[in-house]
């Protein structure tokens, strides 16, 4: 699976950007996506992801503001986030992988970031 991100880009606090994932090859519809942020001087932290049956789960900061979803007829997953803050401020992967009994998901998959920065 290979995977192509974009949509970053300048914005400010308050607004909002649409991330987009492209992916490659015939495992689309059957893998779970996601999208992991790293900020500068920071680890980098899962903030949500999508099973194949479209199930979604989010990190706690991004609740509420970010929505994740996946079109299988164009093996494209985005992120829609709103209500941005300086904070958000990072570069953005998207991944693919496995979700576990219990929900745990373990990207196997990397794209090349894409930077957000959330500033006025």
């Known amino acids: 699976v290979q995977l192509q991100a974009s949509g970053g880009g300048l914005v400010q606090p308050g607004g909002s950007l649409r991330l987009s994932c492209a992916a490659s090859?015939?495992?689309?519809?059957?893998?779970?996506m996601g999208w992991s942020r790293q900020a500068p001087g920071k680890q980098r932290e899962l903030i949500a992801r999508?099973?194949?049956?479209?199930?979604?789960k989010y990190e706690d900061s991004v609740k509420g503001r970010f929505t994740i979803s996946r079109d299988n007829a164009r093996n494209t997953v985005y992120l829609q986030m709103n209500s941005l803050k300086p904070e958000d401020t990072a570069v953005y992967y998207c991944n693919a992988g496995a979700v576990y009994s219990g929900g745990s998901y373990f990207p196997d998959y990397w794209g090349q970031g894409t930077q957000v920065t959330v500033s006025s």
């Open positions: 090859g015939s495992r689309f519809r059957t893998i779970a």
């Open positions: 999508i099973t194949s049956g479209g199930n979604t």
